[in-house]
Nanobody
C-alpha cells in the first residue's frame, strides 16, 4: 500500500502561481512512478503530468506544457507540481497518484494503483 497526501491548493488570481506537494509513504519512493491528475466540476478526471521513478522522465498534457513543472525529491518522499501562469480553466481538484513501477511516466489513470484525497485549486479571473 502507498499513502498519498496532497497539499498546497488554494485560491489564486489568473496569472499567479501555486505549488502542490504530495507526500508518499508505504513504498520505496524512488522506485515509484508518480502522476498528477485533475477533475473539474462536471468533467472527467484528466491527466496533467507524470514523472518516472528510476530515471525521472517527465510528460505533460498539452494544456499545461510550458506552464507546469513536475519534480520529485526522493529524500523527502515528495512529488511537486509547480503551476505558473494559472488560468481560470485550471480550476479543479488536483489528485496525486502512484503506480507500483519505476519505469514509466504514465498518462492513463488506469495505470495508477494509489490515489490521494485531492486538493482544490481555484483560479479567479
Amino acid at each position: 500500500q502507498v499513502q498519498l497526501v496532497e497539499s498546497g491548493g488554494g485560491l489564486v488570481q489568473a496569472g499567479g502561481s501555486l505549488r502542490l506537494s504530495c507526500a508518499a509513504s508505504g513504498r520505496t519512493f524512488s522506485s515509484t512512478d508518480m502522476g498528477w491528475f485533475r477533475q473539474a466540476p462536471g468533467k472527467e478526471r484528466d491527466f496533467v503530468a507524470a514523472i518516472s521513478g528510476r530515471w525521472g522522465n517527465t510528460v505533460y498534457s498539452d494544456s499545461v506544457k510550458g506552464r507546469f513543472t513536475i519534480s520529485r525529491d526522493n529524500a523527502k518522499n515528495t512529488v511537486y507540481l509547480q503551476m505558473n501562469s494559472l488560468k481560470p480553466e485550471d480550476t479543479a481538484v488536483y489528485y496525486c497518484a502512484a503506480r507500483a513501477s519505476s519505469l514509466l511516466a504514465a498518462r492513463d489513470e488506469y495505470d495508477y494503483d494509489f490515489w490521494g484525497q485531492g486538493t482544490q485549486v481555484t483560479v479567479s479571473s
